[in-house]
């Protein structure tokens, strides 16, 4: 039930942190959203129609695509949150961190 939670809240911290500073096109961030949005709502499909994670109703393909598409979300984000622990420290040493 928890990461019903997590990956939707991973989604809004990737959004706000990641993809809305980084790129200043309306258009590339709606698609860069739109190729999240699968993976941070993956684990609620599962959840809520698809049965148990660990024996899904699903078919074998859309369980792996939609893994795949939950780890895209999971990397982006750890990759975010490691960033974000380098420049809050530089930050506050006052030294420069693009």
Do not use: H, N, T
């Not at 039930?1 to 961030?29: C, E, H, N, Q, T």
């Not at 190729?35 to 994670?53: C, D, E, K, N, Q």
């Not at 984000?77 to 420069?96: D, F, Q, T, W, Y």
């Amino acid at each position: 039930m928890r990461f019903v939670v997590i990956y939707p809240l991973l989604l809004l911290f990737i959004v706000f942190r990641g993809i809305w500073p980084a790129f200043d096109s309306k258009k590339v961030r709606l698609w860069l959203i739109a190729s999240l949005i699968p993976g941070a709502l993956f684990p609620a499909v599962v959840r809520f129609i698809g049965g148990s994670m660990v024996a899904p109703d699903l078919p074998y393909w859309v369980v792996i695509v939609g893994q795949f598409c939950q780890m895209y979300v999971f990397c982006l984000g750890a990759i975010l949150v490691a960033r974000e622990a380098v420049s809050v420290p530089a930050r506050i040493l006052g030294l420069p961190f693009p």
